[in-house]
């Protein structure tokens, strides 16, 4: 994948979880997404609490509540987690810090379940309206997005590998061509 693509499509995931952490005044925020292959989840962009450390760690994507929300496809809140049957304290332990509360969401697309978005421990009143869960579901949809691009680009250049190489090529002539321009007037055209 273009090394370029693929920054910026981590820049757009790791603004989402910047913005939904400080609207929801939250100790953390992440996106985990989905490796079918492997069937984890698997930390991909990480505001707050643990920023430095999780992104890229994993886990089954068959625990936990973001696991839930990723096999359910529906939104949860949960204002007090020691009463949660879904929370993997395990899991949140390895992290090196265990929410007391937390919002997560579906990354969609279609019928596709791409991943899950998560704020923990938002502030009270942000978790107090329905209005607040249906918030991250748009930012949910914009993350969606983004992993639907870098699929769809992804694909293309494993479908024709060397489509990138005449895209650059187009590119490198046409930036030289302006140089030699710049120096010595119009080139003929054929």
Do not use: C, K
């Not at 910026?8 to 979880?17: E, K, P």
């Not at 983004?146 to 699929?151: E, F, G, Q």
């Amino acid at each position: 994948m273009n090394v370029e693509f693929e920054a910026d499509h981590d820049a757009l995931l790791q603004s989402i979880v910047d913005v939904a952490l400080a609207i929801y005044g939250a100790a953390a925020s992440s996106i985990f997404l989905y490796d079918t292959e492997r069937d984890e989840l698997i930390f991909r962009a990480v505001s707050g609490q643990g920023q430095g450390l999780l992104v890229g760690r994993a886990f089954p994507s068959s625990q936990g509540i973001a696991g839930w929300v990723l096999s359910s496809r529906q939104a949860m809140i949960v204002d007090d987690l020691t009463g949660s049957d879904h929370f993997a304290r395990d899991i949140a332990e390895s992290t090196s810090y265990v929410p007391r509360s937390l919002m997560a969401v579906p990354l969609l697309h279609d019928d596709e379940a791409l991943g899950v978005l998560e704020v923990l421990d938002p502030h009270p009143q942000a978790r107090a309206a329905i209005a607040e869960l249906e918030l991250l579901v748009m930012f949910a949809r914009q993350a969606s997005v983004a992993l639907r691009v870098t699929r769809n680009y992804a694909q293309a250049v494993r479908a024709d590998p060397n489509a990138r190489r005449r895209q650059e090529t187009r590119r490198l002539l046409s930036a030289l061509t302006e140089l030699v321009e710049e120096d010595s007037g119009p080139l003929p055209r054929r």
